[in-house]
């Protein structure tokens, strides 16, 4: 009951706050100052009964801006416990990222990657976003001994192309043998993406790493997608089927756990304190 009538009044303050203050009061007190109060047989009660009107009238609008007031007081109270909720919130997703990028280094020792005289690996993992109702990959981190490759763009990537899709959508996938090299053949390496992963000229072109060997497993938490595992390399025929296979389903299942965590920003973590701001302000307008 008091929550649903803050809301109200907070929904409609401005307009409540402009009819009380410039339109109610101005005309209260124009008529306590103008009328005669002379007192009368015949007007004392009606005067008296004027009178206790137009004050509690007053009461009432000093009553109003005092809850007003209140209002504001508790919003600013809210808005504070968001910020601070919100920075250790941030403070928490920073070390699970981080856990995530130890994640993709551990694997990499594990592969045995930076033993390598020219290092041409990297592993990726990609997470899934809603871009105006479509879902998109998006990436999360990567980790290659050889920094050319270790950068990771804001790009987002679509989930019918390419091989990640191809592990996403299939659960496993894996491409090696049959891709061209780029640096010798650039324009059947273009055609080989075109024709199996539906990729423009202009997108492969635009590939940071031209690599020869895909492995993408889809990351799963219970039944749900969280998104995609991929590694790479410039090798085509960098490890077997099996070893490559049983090493990302170990590393999927322990990076899904952590792309949960990430998820729950504001889906679950920081709700409580949401649901009380959004009860409180959501529909004040401008005010």
């Given at each position: 009951?008091?929550?649903?009538?803050?809301?109200?009044?907070?929904?409609?303050?401005?307009?409540?706050?402009?009819?009380?203050?410039?339109?109610?009061?101005?005309?209260?007190?124009?008529?306590?100052?103008?009328?005669?109060?002379?007192?009368?047989?015949?007007?004392?009660?009606?005067?008296?009964?004027?009178?206790?009107?137009?004050?509690?009238?007053?009461?009432?609008?000093?009553?109003?801006?005092?809850?007003?007031?209140?209002?504001?007081?508790?919003?600013?109270?809210?808005?504070?416990?968001?910020?601070?909720?919100?920075?250790?919130?941030?403070?928490?997703?920073?070390?699970?990222?981080?856990?995530?990028?130890?994640?993709?280094?551990?694997?990499?020792?594990?592969?045995?990657?930076?033993?390598?005289?020219?290092?041409?690996?990297?592993?990726?993992?990609?997470?899934?976003?809603?871009?105006?109702?479509?879902?998109?990959?998006?990436?999360?981190?990567?980790?290659?001994?050889?920094?050319?490759?270790?950068?990771?763009?804001?790009?987002?990537?679509?989930?019918?192309?390419?091989?990640?899709?191809?592990?996403?959508?299939?659960?496993?996938?894996?491409?090696?043998?049959?891709?061209?090299?780029?640096?010798?053949?650039?324009?059947?390496?273009?055609?080989?993406?075109?024709?199996?992963?539906?990729?423009?000229?202009?997108?492969?072109?635009?590939?940071?790493?031209?690599?020869?060997?895909?492995?993408?497993?889809?990351?799963?938490?219970?039944?749900?997608?969280?998104?995609?595992?991929?590694?790479?390399?410039l090798r085509s025929n960098r490890f077997d089927d099996s070893r490559i296979k049983t090493e990302l389903e170990y590393l999927a299942s322990k990076v899904g756990d952590l792309i949960e965590l990430l998820y729950m920003k504001e889906e679950r973590i920081s709700q409580?304190?949401?649901?009380?701001?959004?009860?409180?302000?959501?529909?004040?307008?401008?005010?």
């Open positions: 009951m008091w929550t649903n009538l803050k809301n109200l009044i907070a929904k409609y303050n401005t307009f409540i706050s402009v009819f009380v203050n410039v339109i109610i009061q101005p005309a209260v007190l124009y008529s306590l100052n103008s009328r005669d109060w002379g007192v009368t047989n015949s007007n004392l009660v009606e005067n008296i009964k004027t009178y206790l009107f137009l004050y509690g009238i007053l009461i009432f609008i000093v009553v109003y801006n005092i809850f007003i007031l209140y209002l504001k007081m508790d919003f600013k109270q809210l808005s504070e416990q968001l910020a601070e909720t919100e920075t250790r919130l941030n403070s928490v997703l920073g070390q699970v990222q981080s856990c995530i990028y130890s994640s993709l280094v551990e694997f990499s020792k594990k592969m045995e990657l930076e033993k390598e005289d020219i290092q041409q690996d990297r592993i990726t993992v990609f997470g899934l976003r809603n871009v105006a109702g479509v879902k998109k990959f998006f990436g999360l981190s990567r980790y290659s001994d050889n920094p050319n490759y270790r950068e990771l763009s804001n790009k987002e990537y679509d989930i019918q192309n390419g091989c990640m899709a191809r592990g996403y959508s299939n659960g496993w996938h894996i491409e090696k043998g049959n891709i061209p090299s780029y640096e010798e053949k650039p324009k059947e390496y273009e055609d080989y993406f075109r024709r199996q992963y539906g990729l423009s000229h202009s997108e492969v072109r635009n590939l940071s790493m031209k690599s020869r060997y895909y492995a993408s497993i889809s990351i799963k938490k219970g039944a749900e997608e969280k998104g995609v595992l991929v590694f790479e390399s409580p304190v949401m649901n009380d701001i959004n009860n409180l302000v959501k529909n004040r307008g401008s005010k």
